[in-house]
Structures are given as C-alpha cells and as structure tokens.
C-alpha cells in the first residue's frame, strides 16, 4: 500500500517534471535531435538535471541497507554488452524522432486528450505485445534474479 | 537557438531526477518508463500495482500540467498519422530489446554509470538523430 502511494506520487512529479522540461513537446524533442536545422539544446540541460540529482541519490543509496519502504533493492547488475541492446536502442532512437515521443511523455501527454497522442501510445503498447510475441519474452518482472536481465 | 529553454529544461529535469530518486530510495525500483508500462501490458503476480499507480501518476500528473501549465501540450510538431503509427512500434519494440527508454537508461542508468545504459543512450540519441535528419531534410517532413 505504502509503495503503491509512493509510486504514485512519484508518477506525478514525474509528468510535472517532464511537463516543465519541455519533453512533452514533440517540437522540443525532434528540436534536440536536428542538429542540421534549428537545434535546440534544452533537452541536454533536462538531462544534466536529471542525471546529476539521481548519481547522488544512487550514491545514497549505496550506503543504504535496504530501500525505506521495501526489503531489498531491485537495481540492474549486467555490464556486458550485446547486440540486443545496440539494436534495441537504435529502433527505440528512430521511433522517437520519428514521432518525437518517448514513452514518459506519451503516456503523461494522453492527459491533453489530442488523438495523436492516443494513435501513438496505442501504437508503442502493440510495439511491446509485438515484442513478446515474436521473442516469446518473460514477462517483465523487477524480482531477482530478473533482475539481472532488465535494465529498465 | 531561438527555442532554447535552459532553466525551464534545468528544473524539470532536477524533478524527473527527484522522481525517479524516489523510486529508488523508496522501494529500491528503478523508474523505467517502458519497463513499467510492459510490466503493466504483461502483468506478473504481486509486481503490477505499484506499476499501474505510477503510470496513474504520470496521467494525473498531466492533467494537472494541463490546468498549470498548458503550453506543455502545444505540441509544436504532430507527424501525419502513419508515422506515428510507425513511430510508436518502433518505441514499443525497441525499448523492451534493448531494455529501456530516455528515463531507464538515459537518466537512471547513466546516474548509476551503468556502461549499458551509456551505450544505450549515446545509440539512441544518435539513431534518433539520423532519423530526424532523413525525415525533416531528406524527405522534407511538415514540421
């Protein structure tokens, strides 16, 4: 219960984060990634914020015994690299300029009730179904020793 | 530059930060947008509520941005339908290949120096930006 509140307050800072940053706007997002027309830096900045406030809560977190609401950490431990993740990566990177979502974003912008935004989230959750169908993958699960699979 | 936003940029991003630290130090989760949503869309026993009331977050996070600050969904660029079709399976499929988005690799995994999240991210962003470069120049998109 106290973590289901936890992750939902977590969501709406979250959104509000996004919304403020400018992720929300397809036209800031594909701004960043054209770097042959009028780039907009801003979605560096959005990251430099982000990143830097969330190294020091992993160091934090790493003097930490156990999470403050749940028994154990569920944090990735893979280091090796594989083709997998090039290639998924560089699927992920042409849908998002593609349509200039990712999928915080996506999710947060069906707020605005513009069907756009409907056809693309409806679309990306056929991208992952089309995933476990054609890999036949686990479900996803953040529990060791899956863990040690997932990154995200 | 003309759309340069720095600060505006700064503060939602030390939030989205604040957020996903949260996770972490709260329940020990990491705040992976496409990994939450593909737990949500596949649901395993005992791993699905907190999911769902995150992306609820996310939702009523929205409309609340939608009263406070509605230029968050001027949207700017809508690509014509049949790219945003095609757009979103490429982001379902290739986050769960490669294991997570902007918020699981580019902000997490880099925040823990995860060389994967690293690799992951630099890939996307330079993929994103090749995509961006044959659709707005080479075949001249409405933007």
């Not at chain 1, 993740?85 to 915080?104: K, Q, R, V, Y």
Request: glycine letters at 14%; one cysteine or more; proline letters at 5%.
């Amino acid at each position: 219960m106290k973590t289901t509140t936890a992750s939902f307050l977590c969501g709406i800072v979250f959104a509000l984060g996004l919304g403020i940053a400018g992720m929300t706007q397809p036209s800031k997002v594909i701004g960043f990634l054209d770097i042959a027309g009028a780039w907009d830096l801003s979605l560096a900045l959005v990251m430099v914020g982000a990143i830097g406030v969330y190294f020091l809560a992993f160091r934090l977190a790493g003097k930490m015994r156990a999470p403050m609401l749940a028994p154990r950490f569920s944090i990735p431990k893979r280091n090796d690299l594989d083709g997998q993740l090039i290639l998924g990566a560089t699927i992920f990177g042409a849908g998002w300029g593609l349509g200039g979502f990712c999928p915080g974003p996506a999710i947060t912008s069906l707020a605005s009730g513009a069907p756009p935004v409907a056809i693309f989230v409806a679309s990306m959750a056929a991208g992952i179904y089309l995933y476990s169908i054609v890999f036949n993958a686990p479900r996803v699960r953040d529990a060791a020793p899956a863990a040690l699979t997932a990154d995200a | 530059m003309h759309n340069f936003t720095p600060f505006a940029a700064l503060i939602g991003g030390i939030l989205i930060g604040l957020s996903a630290s949260a996770m972490l130090l709260l329940e020990g989760r990491i705040a992976g947008i496409s990994g939450i949503c593909a737990g949500v869309l596949n649901p395993a026993k005992g791993d699905t509520s907190w999911r769902v009331s995150f992306v609820a977050g996310l939702l009523v996070g929205g409309v609340m941005l939608r009263i406070i600050l509605p230029s968050a969904f001027d949207f700017g660029i809508i690509r014509p339908y049949p790219m945003l079709i095609l757009a979103g399976l490429l982001v379902g499929l290739g986050t769960r290949m490669g294991n997570g988005c902007t918020s699981g690799h580019g902000v997490c995994g880099i925040g823990r120096l995860s060389p994967r999240s690293m690799v992951a991210t630099m890939t996307f962003i330079a993929s994103g930006v090749i995509t961006v470069y044959v659709v707005n120049h080479l075949m001249g998109a409405a933007r």
